[in-house]
């Protein structure tokens, strides 16, 4: 039986750049919160960069990216599927993030993840209304508690529901 052969596309370096740039203007973007306030985003901005940082080095045809490969377990030779997504449901995947950074950005997390979590559900895992419902009010419930009952953090609310405004940013 022959071997699955990762696509080109998979293992150009590419990517992990641009995300990596991307990441760098959303950690500068977060030194320009309050203290408290970019706690959250700097760690996951810097946990990021970790990652990305692994997944370039894997991504090179040497020695390091090599055994880097094998220690992560990516090293493709046990493909779980083939690499043939079509461009539409990649761009597809795109858009959804960034319609999930714009919720952030006008209704805050706490509105918005619920939201993200119904319009997922529904439109890519093609659940029902009510198991759509409870997952993302379940979800949402966590994240209260969590963040704002239990390490007394406050998340953002949003353009739209900070009375702030675009200064609350």
Same mark, same amino acid.
């Given at each position: ?16 750049? %641009? ?22 985003? %700097? ?8 990652? %990305? ?20 377990? +990516?090293?493709?030779?046990?493909? !779980? ?8 449901? !990649? ?6 993030? +960034? ?5 952030? %950005? ?12 119904? +319009? ?50």
């Amino acid at each position: 039986m022959s071997e699955l052969q990762p696509n080109r596309a998979v293992r150009t370096i590419y990517p992990p750049i %641009l995300l990596g740039l991307l990441t760098i203007g959303f950690i500068v973007w977060s030194y320009y919160y309050s203290p408290t306030s970019r706690m959250v985003p %700097l760690v996951v901005g810097y946990g990021t960069m970790a990652l %990305l940082a692994l997944d370039l080095v894997s991504r090179l045809d040497n020695r390091v990216g090599s055994m880097v490969r094998i220690a992560a377990g +990516a090293d493709f030779s046990d493909l !779980e599927m083939p690499s043939t997504t079509r461009p539409s449901k !990649e761009l597809g995947a795109a858009l959804s993030m +960034a319609a999930a950074v714009v919720g952030f %950005l006008l209704v805050g997390h706490l509105v918005a993840v619920p939201l993200l979590i119904v +319009a997922w559900m529904r439109l890519i895992g093609r659940r029902s209304w009510r198991e759509s419902l409870i997952a993302a009010l379940a979800t949402g419930l966590f994240i209260y508690v969590v963040f704002e009952l239990l390490l007394s953090y406050e998340l953002y609310r949003g353009v739209f529901l900070d009375k702030r405004g675009l200064a609350g940013i």
